[in-house]
Each structure stands twice: as C-alpha cells, then as structure tokens.
C-alpha cells in the first residue's frame, strides 16, 4: 500500500494561475479531505468527502474546489491563485465517515508571488 | 467557529526530561486524537482516545481524555532526540469534521 500520495511536492504559482493539487490513496477509505498548514495556525480544514460524490466546505473553503469521482481521488482546485494561499497543503483520508483517525500525505508545500 | 488550544507553544528540553503539554476546549468532545508531525512530514496519530477519564499508553507516550471532556493532555517520559517534532491534538466536530489545535512545538537536545 502506498498510502496517501500528493503531487507535486513543490509548486509556485503568480498571481491568477490555476493549478490542481492532486490527491490519491490505495486503502479503499470513504473520507478524504484537505487542510491547510500556516505557522502558528496547525492545521485548518478547506473541503472534505465523505464519499465519490459527496463533497463539502470546511473552515477556510474560498477560493478551492474540490471533487470527488472516485473513491480513491480527491483533487484541490485553485482557481485564482492568491499569496494568501501560500501554505502547506495536506490531504487525508479516514475509514468511515467520521473523519476519525486520519491517515496523511507528505504535504504539498506551495508558494504564490 | 470551534478552536482547541494547545499549551505550550514550544518547548525546549535536554534528553531524558519528561514533557506535559495539553489541549482545551470550549466545548465538549466525544473523542481525542493526539498526532505527531515531524519536520517536512504529515501528521501520524499517536492515540486516540474514546471516554472521559480514559488512560492511553504508547511505548513512552500517555495521553489522558479529561474528566470534563473539554481537555486532553499528552505526556512523554523520557524525552529522545527523535521525540522532536509538532504535537498536534483533534477532535471531531459535528461528525464529519476533524478539528485541529494550534500545535505545541517540541525540541530535545542531546
């Protein structure tokens, strides 16, 4: 089992590129989901899926977007990059639907100028 | 909307120390889960805990589930060098949203 993999591992973006962040895990887990990582922030939830169809909004949602066509991807969609996104992104998954016990990726750390 | 805080922020310690650090909230939780970041990694669970006055060891870790439900606290005995990292507690908000603390930033010297 791989695991939660995330590519890329680095990205930098300018202002108003768009790019997807993708997400993928091999565990057969219904939950996924995005958070983002600032310094003395830990880590704040953008969207989740408790399942292929099913997405929703976190904490911090503007400016993603988020699908889910299958139960082992989830990609992160920004539309409009802003330097107000530059962060660590981490994906995630869970058995169930609880979002207990998440499982993470390696992160993607991404810098917009 | 929800917060934990976390406390210490930071901490510095020599090898061998024991660390305590805890987790609060405004509001009861029904689980706590404490992780474990290192440094250019993803969290990794340490324990998870399920009722109130629960006592969860792990190899040196022991994490405790309050008597209130509204805090946690983690304890490390023994501090190593690999013991460095951010210690992050969560809990589940309304179900199907896991909420993180702020993080307490752990380091050891030898």
């Known amino acids: 089992n791989a695991g939660v993999t995330q590519t890329p591992k680095f990205q930098v973006l300018k202002t108003g590129q768009s790019m997807t962040l993708q997400c993928a895990q091999d565990?057969?887990?219904?939950?996924m989901s995005w958070y983002r990582q600032d310094p003395g922030m830990g880590l704040r939830l953008i969207h989740y899926?408790?399942?292929?169809?099913?997405?929703d909004q976190g904490e911090v949602p503007n400016g993603y977007n988020v699908s889910r066509s299958t139960t082992e991807d989830f990609p992160l969609r920004l539309l409009s990059a802003a330097p107000s996104q530059t962060s660590v992104y981490f994906c995630?998954?869970?058995?169930?639907?609880?979002?207990?016990?998440?499982?993470f990726g390696p992160g993607t750390r991404l810098t917009v100028t | 909307g929800q917060q934990l805080n976390q406390s210490p922020q930071s901490m510095f310690i020599q090898e061998g120390e024991d660390v305590s650090m805890n987790c609060t909230s405004s509001?009861?939780?029904?689980?706590w889960l404490w992780y474990k970041q290192d440094p250019g990694e993803g969290p990794v669970l340490l324990i998870a805990?399920?009722?109130?006055?629960e006592l969860t060891s792990n190899g040196r870790l022991t994490a405790q589930f309050g008597i209130t439900r509204k805090d946690s606290f983690l304890n490390i005995s023994a501090s190593i060098p690999s013991d460095v990292g951010i210690y992050f507690c969560?809990?589940?908000?309304?179900?199907?949203?896991?909420?993180f603390g702020t993080g307490t930033r752990l380091q050891v010297f030898p």
């Open positions: 509001s009861i939780f029904n689980t």
């Open positions: 565990m057969n887990h219904e939950y």
């Open positions: 899926s408790v399942g292929a169809g099913i997405t």
């Open positions: 995630a998954s869970s058995y169930g639907s609880s979002g207990e016990k998440q499982y």
């Open positions: 805990l399920y009722k109130a006055g």
């Open positions: 969560a809990g589940p908000h309304n179900t199907d949203k896991l909420i």
